[in-house]
């Protein structure tokens, strides 16, 4: 059987698992793409390999690993992969209803202090709109619909997606309240700096690294902590406002990273995708200032 006629034997869902398993090199890491449990994953290639009378893994003991049949498939499968996803947003971006699911996702962060609320109103408005919110670290690809609409801190986003800049984001440098700047401070800093990031160096240059953290709300928890001071983006630590951690009065340049409202290029028109992007932008920009970190230092 040549791989032409084993493309056309199976429709597009077979070749979903297939490309889910290849691309993760196992069962469960390809369950957890394709949101199933391992079992389905597991029954799903044996039924593929079984119906076309050919092994396209071999069992390896990290996982699943492709044989020279896979590979002989794989291109055309990413191929009615990407035809798959067109013929989708094709159809979403002729949907007119206020009616349907939307998957959005954005840091959850920026939910659970700036969007919570904006969003639990947009439901009262539009009860006939699912939402769908995503908010883990992963970043979700809306050119495979992962996500219809996306809410991004980024300096420059992808050249499919279209969109609006609300605000160009600001950082400062934030403290336990009764912290004694004049000690050898300790500073919270992002996994991966191994050494004094620059604006310690220019500011605190007795500092010592005291927790490295990889999370934003776990940066502001170890301040408040009283682990050290750290240099955060306003709008976090300004929309909580707990008195404990106050902020700084030393300027820092602006950052290059802006906060956008992203979609695909193609759901440019789709009447619900383009009611919650109105909606989300109207929301944040009477938010701009607190991204922009439009109060002044308070020590």
Not at 20 to 36: F, H, I, Y
Not at 154 to 159: A, I, K
Request: charged residues 20%; aromatic residues 8%; glycine residues 6%.
């Amino acid at each position: 059987m040549n791989k032409s006629n084993a493309i056309a034997m199976s429709n597009w869902d077979d070749f979903r698992f297939f490309l889910a398993v290849a691309r993760q090199g196992s069962l469960s890491g390809a369950a957890k793409t394709l949101g199933v449990n391992h079992s389905t994953v597991s029954r799903r290639i044996t039924a593929l390999e079984k119906n076309h009378g050919v092994r396209l893994f071999n069992r390896v003991r990290d996982g699943y690993a492709m044989n020279d049949a896979a590979f002989s498939i794989y291109e055309q499968a990413i191929l009615l992969e990407t035809q798959s996803l067109q013929i989708s947003r094709s159809l979403f971006a002729q949907d007119t209803r206020l009616v349907g699911p939307i998957n959005i996702t954005m840091p959850h962060d920026v939910f659970e202090y700036c969007l919570a609320d904006e969003l639990a109103q947009f439901t009262r408005l539009h009860p006939q709109i699912e939402l769908n919110l995503l908010v883990s670290k992963q970043i979700r690809n809306l050119a495979s619909l992962e996500a219809d609409l996306a809410i991004r801190l980024t300096s420059t986003p992808p050249e499919y997606l279209v969109g609006k800049k609300v605000a160009q984001l600001q950082h400062a440098i934030y403290a336990p309240k009764q912290l004694n700047l004049n000690e050898n401070v300790g500073l919270v800093v992002w996994q991966g700096e191994s050494q004094l990031p620059s604006w310690a160096l220019t500011h605190f240059p007795n500092a010592h690294i005291a927790l490295k953290v990889d999370d934003l709300t776990a940066m502001y928890a170890a301040v408040k902590a009283g682990f050290g001071i750290a240099r955060m983006p306003c709008y976090l630590p300004d929309s909580i406002m707990d008195k404990t951690v106050t902020r700084l009065d030393i300027k820092l340049a602006q950052s290059n990273w802006g906060l956008w409202v992203l979609n695909h290029v193609d759901l440019r028109k789709t009447a619900r995708v383009q009611q919650l992007r109105a909606f989300l932008i109207s929301a944040l920009q009477k938010k701009q200032g607190l991204f922009e970190g439009a109060i002044k230092g308070t020590l």
